[in-house]
């Protein structure tokens, strides 16, 4: 299906009542004077776009909702410039239940409530209008223009705290590394449209496929376009931004950039990589096969095992646990690739499971550095000291489950995730990556290990102060923490949402 | 009593999850909960090994259901032979566990609740027969156990702690990969253990050798083989009393049991090419090291560490005869282990409870202090030693005769090494227990009856298996013979057994 621009409104309801949340914000901020309303109406936004994208389809049926309404199901938006399939919406449910989380976290933090806070929920949302493009976008300019959306907010959002002189510094850093590899990107991009004549990823696939196109002008076209996208899942060498843009950013700001916008350049990443520049394997299930001879898969093995590398050593010295937490989201961006280079259906399951398992996991770890930070005012590690015998008993514990997930260890989500990663390697017979992904668990665990150390085998020495969870903290926290154990004991429900989101509309 | 695992298993949970309820000024009704959370199990152990049908090889008390159908995960469990006596002692170790636990005051919720989960972890190993399940409560042990050591250790805790947690880890990292090798290889994919063992040729033999290494260095950290036992001096000698027994008690086992059931049954023609190298020899090592280690000590507690590692050498040694008295003799020196390190662990913290040191040459003439404990000290001595009429005897002559028919050399070795474990023993008796009195310690008290009820269970069973080995041999032998004869068969079909 092909729809045009006032048909394919109809299907655009989540993006549009973001847009319409946003606006309306931006609109009462002159007016409000309680701004936590605000905040409010921000969280009844993300909840009509996540109500909306589940009436596209239902998760966990087999069914298109609109089918019975419009008679259809996946298709075409906008003139062949988004698509709406499985694959896409998808991503729109973790992307409106990411902006729902990072919008009730500001709505408990003292960073966020001492600034501007009507522009600040109405970037959020702006910026997460550009998520959900950027998982459906099929057009090379569709998706430079989402992608530029979500930086550009995302560089507001960084800065967001006038006073602080890291934040400004780490929006400054985030801002320029963000437009020479964006740049770069259209560079690439520019390539591929000269090869292909056209920015539909559907005429760029049948070029690949069909056409006699040199193998190497379609791999450097496919490197300048890494630049981009590598940028914002922060992959090696790309990653160079992250550690200074988390640290420096409101903590609800960079949860939201860990999560939401590396989760839509790995949608980005994918709809380009696996529909566009591959065919899928005859025969044989789930599998895909590179064309043109331009062989990207061996050049990802590489960034993939350096990614995870390089972020979990240069995790091991770090004082700063929002720091330490960005580096170890980098080599979570390693882990995540796994799936992407093994080259078939199970390795993009194990990621698209794998995101949704972090999302859970990360956004939970920053949601305490938040609540230590509310309290204390503190981020570096020995303001953890003895956390779990001075009153924050709760968030030590959650903050345990968190890491210890994300460390990989049985029965939580992460250990789950991971285990579906390493089995699409090991079936594809990657050993030499499921070696460096193994060693690369154990170095993360000791610095994991490490604050939880400092959290309960260290006794308080006095001078950290108190901390206190209040009641709308300590709701998000159990919202997150419960589903990271029971996802990491029965997860058959959310395998066979992520099994049957690998599925893209090719037209 | 269709569930009676599942019941056994998942019973301390349910406890744990009590306990955390509890409010926490209330140690003693915890303590009390925590206590009573254990005893069931015991008693369903104790039905168990009445009920439990001697004569079949066949896995029993099965519970089978799907867990995560599309990937073929199972959540399957069932006790055969040799992980029977494993559950009994579990289900033994813990409610003393408990009582020894009387003097924790320090987080007192928290302890209970994760020694309660540790209980389910290491039950859950014992009868896990999925390879998926096994794994997960191979883990879920691991991480009651670092707080366990860490939070309530002693003066080195922190330290010991990781060391613990990070030897296991990346134990378990190689297992996982052996697990989904073995997963991917099985067609159709499987984690079913009693499929596995099924279907072992369908790797090469070069595939089927780095399984088996992968395999066992996971077990042999555990168990622990040089030279992956450093952790072990660290864990025993920092964690709590309790912790101790827990850690030598079951905790060991699981490595020379993961062996046996992974090793043996998937990987029978590999175990046949590899049991001389890394399980006879090195075996034989471990005896004569941790002997020789042992004498060296001058803290009592890394003494009975260094024994442990020492007694674990006869287990490996017995498993790799691929004789019916070896392999049998090696099952149930795994069980005599258990509670004779138990005892001695207890004994341990009996005294640094009173003289808050454990520094062998600071004490002399206990003996005339304390007669009781010196009685029951000397029980425990002589029965690491292996004095005929009590439990370790039985089980040490059966290896050493089991494993002279295969392994004469490294079996007189073996055999020589108990003049080492004599010396260290009955040195450490001369120094601590004989001798004049050391006038600072005078007015010890007497073990007390809380001790005593920890210590008189084991001590009766030292004394029963003595005697009457059969009681646990006739549980393990029919499911033994069996495997061996696997092996066997295995190491037809791959290279000559060596």
């Known amino acids: 299906m092909d729809l045009g621009n006032l048909q394919s409104i109809a299907f655009s309801a989540p993006e549009l009542i973001l847009i319409a949340t946003a606006i309306l914000i931006f609109l009462a901020d002159l007016v409000v004077r309680q701004k936590e309303q605000l905040g409010a109406l921000a969280l009844f936004g993300c909840a009509g776009a996540l109500i909306a994208s589940i009436g596209l389809r239902m998760p966990f049926s087999d069914r298109w909702l609109v089918q019975g309404l419009f008679g259809w199901g996946e298709g075409w938006l906008y003139s062949r410039m988004v698509i709406v399939d499985d694959f896409a919406v998808f991503f729109k449910l973790l992307f409106a239940l990411a902006a729902f989380v990072t919008i009730w976290m500001s709505l408990g933090s003292r960073e966020v409530q001492d600034g501007d806070e009507g522009e600040y929920y109405g970037l959020v949302l702006a910026s997460t209008v550009g998520l959900f493009y950027m998982a459906s976008a099929a057009n090379l300019l569709m998706a430079y223009l989402a992608l530029e959306l979500v930086s550009l907010t995302s560089y507001v959002l960084t800065g967001y705290l006038r006073r602080n002189r890291r934040s400004g510094e780490a929006a400054l850093k985030y801002l320029i590394y963000g437009g020479v590899s964006s740049a770069v990107m259209i560079y690439g991009m520019s390539w591929l449209y000269g090869l292909a004549g056209s920015l539909d990823y559907q005429k760029l696939n049948a070029t690949v496929l069909h056409g006699h196109v040199e193998p190497l002008t379609v791999f450097v076209a496919i490197v300048l376009v890494l630049a981009g996208l590598g940028f914002k899942i922060t992959a090696v060498p790309f990653h160079m931004w992250a550690p200074d843009a988390y640290q420096g950013a409101p903590i609800p700001v960079t949860a939201f950039l860990s999560v939401g916008s590396k989760a839509a350049g790995f949608a980005m990443m994918i709809r380009l990589f696996y529909p566009g520049l591959s065919a899928p394997a005859v025969g044989d299930g789930g599998g895909w096969t590179f064309l043109a001879g331009a062989d990207w898969p061996q050049l990802m093995l590489v960034l993939c095992m350096a990614t995870m590398t390089l972020g979990n050593l240069a995790a091991l010295g770090q004082e700063n646990v929002k720091r330490l937490l960005a580096y170890s989201s980098i080599a979570h961006a390693g882990y995540t690739l796994m799936g992407f280079v093994v080259l078939n259906d199970a390795g993009l399951r194990a990621m698209l499971f794998y995101l949704i398992t972090y999302y859970l996991m990360n956004l939970g770890a920053f949601l305490v550095v938040m609540v230590v930070a509310n309290s204390t005012g503190r981020e570096d590690l020995d303001g953890y000291r003895g956390l779990a015998w001075r009153g924050g008993a709760v968030p030590a514990v959650a903050m345990a489950i968190f890491l210890f997930s994300l460390a990989g260890i049985p029965p939580l989500a992460g250990f789950v995730g991971k285990f579906y990663l390493f089995a699409a390697v090991v079936e594809q017979r990657y050993y030499l990556l499921a070696a460096v992904g193994f060693a690369n668990t154990l170095v993360a665990l000791y610095y994991y290990v490490r604050i939880i150390r400092t959290m309960f085998l260290d006794q308080p020495r006095g001078d950290e102060g108190v901390v206190a969870l209040d009641t709308h903290n300590a709701f998000l926290l159990y919202f997150l923490a419960i589903p990271t154990i029971v996802l990491g004991i029965y997860w058959a429900p959310v395998i066979a949402l992520a099994d049957r989101s690998v599925r893209f509309f090719l037209g | ?498």
């Open chain 2, 1 to 498: 009593m269709d569930h009676v695992l599942t019941l056994m298993t998942f019973l301390p949970l349910l406890g744990a999850a009590i306990v955390l309820a509890l409010p926490s000024q209330h140690h003693a009704l915890i303590k009390q909960v925590a206590l009573a959370a254990t005893l069931p199990t015991l008693l369903l152990g104790v039905w168990l090994f009445v009920a439990f049908d001697r004569g079949t090889t066949d896995f029993q008390y099965v519970d089978k259901v799907p867990w995560i159908a599309s990937y073929n995960i199972q959540y399957f469990v069932g006790v055969d032979g040799i992980s029977i006596t494993m559950v009994l002692l579990t289900a033994l170790l813990c409610p003393l566990c408990v009582l020894a636990s009387c003097g924790i005051d320090k987080g007192v919720k928290g302890y209970f609740a994760l020694f309660l989960l540790l209980e389910t972890g290491m039950l859950g190993v014992f009868v896990a027969l999925d390879f998926f399940l096994f794994y997960v409560f191979w883990e879920v042990m691991l991480l009651p156990m670092y707080f366990l050591i860490g939070i309530w250790g002693g003066a080195r805790r922190e330290y010991a702690a990781i060391k613990f947690f990070l030897y296991t880890f990346a134990g378990s990292v190689l297992m996982l990969i052996a697990m989904l090798v073995l997963y991917f290889g099985s067609e159709p994919h499987t984690f079913d253990m009693t499929v596995l063992m099924q279907r072992t040729g369908v790797f090469d033999m070069r595939t089927q050798h780095l399984l088996w290494m992968a395999l066992f260095v996971a077990f042999a950290i555990k168990i622990p083989v040089f030279p992956f036992h450093t952790w072990l001096p660290d864990a025993h000698v920092e964690a709590p009393t309790a912790i101790s027994v827990i850690l030598a008690g079951v905790l060991l086992k699981m490595g020379t049991y993961g062996i046996l059931r992974i090793n043996y049954g998937i990987l029978p023609a590999a175990t046949a090419d590899l049991a001389f190298w890394a399980l006879a020899v090195l075996g034989t090592f471990n005896i004569v090291y941790g002997a020789l280690c042992a004498l060296a000590q001058t803290d009592l507690k890394k003494l009975v560490a260094y024994s442990s590692i020492s007694h674990m050498g006869y287990v490996m040694l017995g498993m790799a005869a691929f004789t019916p008295q070896g392999i049998n003799g090696a099952v149930l020196q795994m069980f005599n282990h258990g509670t004779i390190t138990a005892m001695l662990f207890l004994l341990v913290g009996v005294i640094y409870d009173r003289a808050h040191h454990r520094n062998i040459d600071g004490f002399g003439g206990l003996a005339s202090v304390m007669p009781v404990y010196t009685g029951f000290t000397a029980l425990a001595f002589f029965a690491a030693m292996g004095l005929p009429g009590l439990s370790a005897f039985i089980s040490e002559v059966l290896v050493l005769l089991g494993a002279w028919q295969r392994y004469p050399g490294l079996t007189t070795v073996a055999a020589s090494a108990i003049v080492l474990t004599a010396g260290y023993l009955l040195w450490t008796m001369q120094r601590m227990w004989l001798g004049p009195l050391n006038a600072q310690y005078a007015h010890l008290p007497e073990i007390d009856a809380r001790e005593l009820v920890t210590l008189v269970p084991l001590a009766v069973i030292v004394l029963v298996l003595g005697v009457y080995p059969h009681a646990v041999l006739d549980l393990i032998n029919t499911s033994l013979l069996h495997l061996n004869e696997i092996v066997k068969a295995g190491a037809a079909t791959g290279v000559a057994l060596r």
